[in-house]
């Protein structure tokens, strides 16, 4: 079956700096979405990506689509203390029916210190 | 406009019962999809439905598990005969027809004793 390997598991950084985490998979994708998980919470869509090589921003955050459409990168620029949590790629092939499931990746653990 | 809505929110059954989980998706939004993440990892896909049909149901457990969204109401993930294993957190997502973006609920948190 498909799996998506996240990378770094885990980080610590300092309040104000940036973040770079990234997704790749064994197969490719049609969609990237990056989600934001906080504890006891459901994922929370954090942005979108449609077409191979897209680069994409919301506020902070700023995603890419991997040209081979088998990766893709979030970044956060000059962190805060609620952007702790937990990020999680999804990939979605294209098409409707049984491509419509959301793979998950393995999650980055984010936590900032000031 | 309503989120995704799931309830309950923290559910706790003994082995053998069965647990019923219920997601009433966001307004507009005729797809859900089930999820289950165990601690310190991603969801994992179960299944896949639309009004009265179900789509997919790869994700599924063989036995003893089973879902419906009917016409009318929410959809409904059952588990019977409990195990230990079956405690995670279950989550359901909802999109509009031939939409690429899933939103997802809070969450049932099912604990087996």
């Known amino acids: 079956g498909q799996q998506l390997n996240q990378s770094p598991q885990s980080m610590f950084i300092q309040e104000g700096e940036d973040v770079s985490m990234n997704c790749t998979s064994s197969?490719?994708?049609?969609?990237w979405l990056w989600y934001k998980q906080d504890p006891g919470e459901g994922p929370v869509l954090l942005i979108a990506?449609?077409?191979?090589?897209e680069l994409t921003s919301n506020g902070r955050l700023t995603a890419q689509f991997g040209i081979t459409r088998k990766d893709s990168f979030l970044n956060i620029s000059a962190s805060i203390p609620s952007d702790v949590g937990i990020y999680f790629c999804?990939?979605?092939?294209?098409?409707?029916?049984?491509?419509?499931?959301?793979?998950f990746g393995t999650g980055t653990r984010l936590q900032v210190t000031l | 406009n309503a989120g995704v809505m799931q309830n309950p929110r923290h559910l706790v059954r003994r082995r053998g019962q069965e647990a019923r989980l219920r997601c009433s998706p966001m307004?507009?939004?005729?797809?859900v999809y089930w999820y289950r993440q165990l601690p310190e990892e991603g969801l994992k896909f179960m299944v896949y439905?639309?009004?009265?049909?179900?789509?997919?149901e790869s994700g599924m457990p063989k036995e003893r598990f089973s879902a419906e969204f009917p016409k009318e109401g929410p959809s409904i993930l059952r588990i019977q005969q409990v195990v230990r294993g079956d405690s995670a957190a279950y989550f359901c997502a909802s999109s509009p027809a031939g939409g690429n973006e899933q939103f997802f609920g809070p969450g049932t948190r099912l604990t087996v004793l």
């Open positions: 307004k507009g939004h005729s797809h």
């Open positions: 999804a990939g979605r092939t294209l098409g409707t029916g049984t491509a419509s499931k959301l793979t």
């Open positions: 990506l449609y077409k191979a090589g």
């Open positions: 439905l639309q009004k009265e049909n179900i789509i997919d």
């Open positions: 197969s490719i994708f049609n969609t």
